[in-house]
């Protein structure tokens, strides 16, 4: 099983930036190092939808039309870290923001049911 804790939430003004962590942890026999980590959100009223993932070699990332250009995601192998850096944020990016894994994942796991652990997710609000 892996534990997906998300943190660095929180309210910001139009045009700011937030930077989200995600820890993960617990007992599996693939390491850290072998799980694709994505990053999904939710707004009120909507499905949840793809944002940002990145590849378990961490050599391939790809993101959604919405935020291309304007959020990075990366990786700490050390640190059991996935990390979502998001600029310019617009009020339309307000949502919870989950935390995913898949072992051996590709950046290109759109599809949430190819996912296989989720966060508890954290909410991210932008006011305008």
Request: glycine share 12%; with cysteine; proline share 2%.
């Amino acid at each position: 099983q892996v534990q997906l804790v998300e943190s660095g939430g929180g309210l910001v003004q139009a045009g700011g930036s937030l930077r989200l962590s995600c820890a993960a942890s617990g007992r599996t026999s693939i390491p850290f190092s072998k799980y694709g980590m994505g990053w999904f959100r939710q707004a009120p009223g909507k499905e949840r939808e793809f944002v940002a993932a990145i590849s378990w070699t961490g050599d391939s990332t790809n993101w959604a039309d919405a935020v291309k250009g304007r959020f990075t995601i990366s990786r700490d192998n050390a640190k059991n870290a996935v990390y979502l850096q998001m600029n310019s944020l617009k009020p339309e990016d307000t949502a919870v923001y989950y935390c995913a894994a898949n072992a051996y994942g590709s950046s290109h796991s759109t599809a949430i049911h190819t996912w296989g652990y989720w966060g508890q997710g954290a909410q991210v609000t932008v006011s305008s």
